[in-house]
T-cell receptor, first 113, second 117 residues
Framework: NAGVTQTPKFQVLKTGQSMTLQCAQDMNHEYMSWYRQDPGMGLRLIHYSVGAGITDQGEVPNGYNVSRSTTEDFPLRLLSAAPSQTSVYFC????????????FGPGTRLTVL | AQSVTQLGSHVSVSEGALVLLRCNYSSSVPPYLFWYVQYPNQGLQLLLKYTSAATLVKGINGFEAEFKKSETSFHLTKPSAHMSDAAEYFCAVSLPYSGGGADGLTFGKGTHLIIQP
């Protein structure tokens, strides 16, 4: 199993540009989530999905869109990049059930100029 | 709603010394608790988890944690620190539902463990 994969690993954008961060998992997990990690802020939940066709907002959803058309894929779209979105983004997945561990991707380091 | 507090954003210990990373939680129902580790420039990976089977939980790399309900704590320990333990450590609490802007999993803000030679 590849686990959770993310592309790209690094990205530099200019303010106002849009892009999609890709996330895929091959473990047939129901839950998928996107987090951003900033110094001193820990992990903050952006959006999550409890199954194909179902998404919901997390703690910091503004400026981001998601969709979940398949169990495997959960892309994160930046609509109009802003310098405040400079961060490291992690995608994660887990099985439904509170005792199941979260599996994380390797992260995407995004810089917005 | 649940919450997780990790005391100390940075903890420094000497190589060979005891490692103690503190985690306190609040939860209205019996929680499931996790410790994750993040090595530099990597994603998070599971160290250990508490699922009510035993209060003392052993994880990878010699780490263990004890669930203390009366203290609402789940502190992480390792008897002897190694240079390779330098990393960011996150405590997390999980509840059996999602919604309200959360996917059922709440993370602490993390503790950066520094190992002095």
């Amino acid at each position: 199993n590849a686990g959770v994969t993310q592309t790209p690993k690094f990205q530099v954008l200019k303010t106002g540009q849009s892009m999609t961060l890709q996330c895929a998992q091959d473990m047939n997990h129901e839950y998928m989530s996107w987090y951003r990690q900033d110094p001193g802020m820990g992990l903050r939940l952006i959006h999550y999905s409890v199954g194909a066709g179902i998404t919901d907002q997390g703690e910091v959803p503004n400026g981001y869109n998601v969709s979940r058309s398949t169990t495997e894929d959960f892309p994160l779209r930046l609509l109009s990049a802003a310098p405040s979105q400079t961060s490291v983004y992690f995608c994660a997945s887990r099985r439904q059930g509170p005792y199941n561990e979260q599996f994380f991707g390797p992260g995407t380091r995004l810089t917005v100029l | 709603a649940q919450s997780v507090t990790q005391l100390g954003s940075h903890v420094s210990v000497s190589e060979g010394a005891l490692v103690l990373l503190r985690c306190n939680y609040s939860s209205s129902v019996p929680p499931y608790l996790f410790w994750y580790v993040q090595y530099p420039n990597q994603g998070l990976q599971l160290l250990l988890k508490y699922t009510s089977a035993a209060t003392l939980v052993k994880g990878i790399n010699g780490f263990e944690a004890e669930f203390k309900k009366s203290e609402t704590s789940f502190h992480l320990t390792k008897p002897s620190a190694h240079m390779s333990d330098a990393a960011e450590y996150f405590c997390a609490v999980s509840l059996p539902y999602s919604g309200g802007g959360a996917d059922g999993l709440t993370f602490g803000k993390g503790t950066h463990l520094i190992i002095q030679p």
